[in-house]
């Protein structure tokens, strides 16, 4: 079966002055649809992806590391094969980090408190570094 070009069939159908119809018109002057949005998955969902993704990371990590005692072992070091693992590594992290905001925050910010205006204080600060108020202990925190 012979594969015939569509593009230069459409090429002539535009540029031919003579075969104008209202078709194009009508078509111009429908909206196109909206992209729908997706609901987001299931907590459940997103809980097993991080996890599956954390261990395929301490194994890739492991792995790394192997690697690398194996290339100093034989005196040959591969920079570019280091640099393609490192990113893939990256690459796992920055999905985990994706995860954990839409899990509502990393694990780690959860214990953390907050200033009047909103910003997270981190831990040892005395100042909110948005507003610049003074940090208030909660009751129960002790330093």
């Known amino acids: 079966m012979a594969r015939i070009p569509l ?11 003579s075969d104008e119809s209202p078709a194009p018109a009508a078509a111009a ?4 649809p909206t992209a729908r949005r997706r609901p987001a998955p299931a907590v459940g969902e997103l809980r ?3 996890r599956a993704l954390l261990r395929v990371r301490e194994e890739r990590l492991r792995d790394l590391g192997g690697l ?3 290339m100093y072992r034989r005196d040959r070091f591969r920079e570019d094969l280091i640099l393609e693992r490192c990113a893939e ?4 992290e920055a999905r985990v980090h994706e995860l954990d905001l839409l899990l509502g925050g ?4 959860k214990g953390r ?12 600060t005395r100042f909110c570094a ?3 108020r003074p940090r208030t202990e909660p009751a129960g925190e002790a330093r």
């Not at 002057?29 to 196109?32: L, Q, V």
């Not at 205006?117 to 831990?123: D, E, M, Q, V, Y």
Request: charged letters at 25%; aromatic letters at 0%; a positive charge.
């Open 106 to 109: 990393s694990r780690a910010a």
């Open 113 to 124: 408190s907050r200033c009047e205006c909103g910003a997270p204080l981190l831990l040892g």
């Open 29 to 32: 002057a429908t909206p196109a």
């Open 48 to 50: 097993r992806e991080r």
């Open 89 to 92: 590594l990256i690459g796992l």
């Open 130 to 132: 948005n507003c610049g």
């Open 7 to 17: 593009l230069p069939r459409l090429l002539r159908q535009q540029s031919d002055p």
């Open 68 to 70: 690398a005692l194996e």
